[in-house]
């Protein structure tokens, strides 16, 4: 019995230092929408650009395609260069999946992924925080 459960608290540890490594995607809502969005690379790196994707579902879990969207990417703590610079984002194949690319992130600490969308007769802004890691 103690062999398990110290072989299971090492599984577990191998598992989380797997997991750092790894940021699974962001969700949140705002409007009665489900937002989800996800990078790549992920976890964000400092010196490089990321594709960024927009996932929109309704309130029935239904893809919402032909909406404006657009994002932009800041630093809460100090004005950074691309602080009002938006990128549109395009819904390719109507699956209700935006995509876009963001500029680089130029330095370690907190970020913010700014998305504004607009869905017909909505209008709604929802952001995301990010934290980036100083290379070692
Ligand atoms: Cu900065």
Same mark, same amino acid.
């Given at each position: ?15 989380? =230092? ?6 699974? =995607? ?7 929408? !489900? ?6 690379? =992920? ?35 100090? !004005?950074? =260069? ?21 500029? !680089? ?27 980036? !890691?100083?290379?070692?």
């Amino acid at each position: 019995m103690m062999r398990i459960a110290s072989y299971m608290i090492v599984g577990g540890c191998a598992l989380l =230092a797997a997991c750092s490594d790894f940021q699974p =995607a962001k969700t949140g809502s705002v409007g009665g929408y !489900e937002l989800q969005v996800k990078t790549d690379p =992920a976890p964000l790196m400092v010196g490089q650009n990321a594709a960024v994707t927009l996932s929109i579902r309704d309130g029935i879990n239904q893809p919402v395609s032909n909406c404006e969207v657009r994002f932009r990417q800041y630093m809460p703590g100090h !004005e950074m =260069a691309l602080d009002n610079t938006f990128v549109l984002m395009v819904d390719q194949a109507k699956v209700g999946l935006y995509d876009g690319k963001s500029g !680089e992130f130029s330095m370690g600490g907190e970020w913010v992924l700014e998305f504004d969308f607009i869905c017909g007769a909505d209008h709604y802004t929802k952001a995301f925080d990010y934290k980036l !890691e100083w290379p070692e």
